[in-house]
Nanobody, 117 residues
Framework: QVQLVESGGDLVQAGGSLRLSCAAS???????VGWYRQAPGKQRELVAN???????DYADSVKGRFTIYKDNAKKTVFLQMNSLKPEDTGVYYC????????????WGQGTQVTVSS
């Protein structure tokens, strides 16, 4: 089973940018990967996902601001986050997904993103 580890979170001002990385222990060309976030006091939500065939989907709240992409050679899935807002604050996780959007692995530690106003 491919294991995924998140990194890249930081404290950033509103309007700023961050790029999160999801490094895999094995090949990612045949798996679907999602980026999720959990804000304080809220449930974890899917914000972006990329399929094995490069289909990409986004939550309405991040469309036009976030971009998910992958580098198969580096075995890494990235989440480029621009025009960050305070409501983007949370712990961000990546996970393998089924074709129906179901997370397939246990959750890692995630990476903290804090956007100050």
């Amino acid at each position: 089973q491919v294991q995924l580890v998140e990194s890249g979170g930081d404290l950033v001002q509103a309007g700023g940018s961050l790029r999160l990385s999801c490094a895999a222990s094995g090949n990612i060309f045949s798996i679907n990967v999602g980026w999720y976030r959990q804000a304080p006091g809220k449930q974890r939500e899917l914000v972006a996902n990329i399929s094995s065939t490069w289909r990409r989907d986004y939550a309405d709240s991040v469309k036009g601001r976030f971009t998910i992409y992958k580098d198969n050679a580096k075995k890494t899935v990235f989440l480029q986050m621009n025009s960050l807002k305070p409501e983007d604050t949370g712990v961000y996780y990546c996970n393998r997904m089924s074709d129906y959007g179901i997370p397939l692995a246990s959750w890692g530690q995630g990476t903290q993103v804090t956007v100050s106003s």
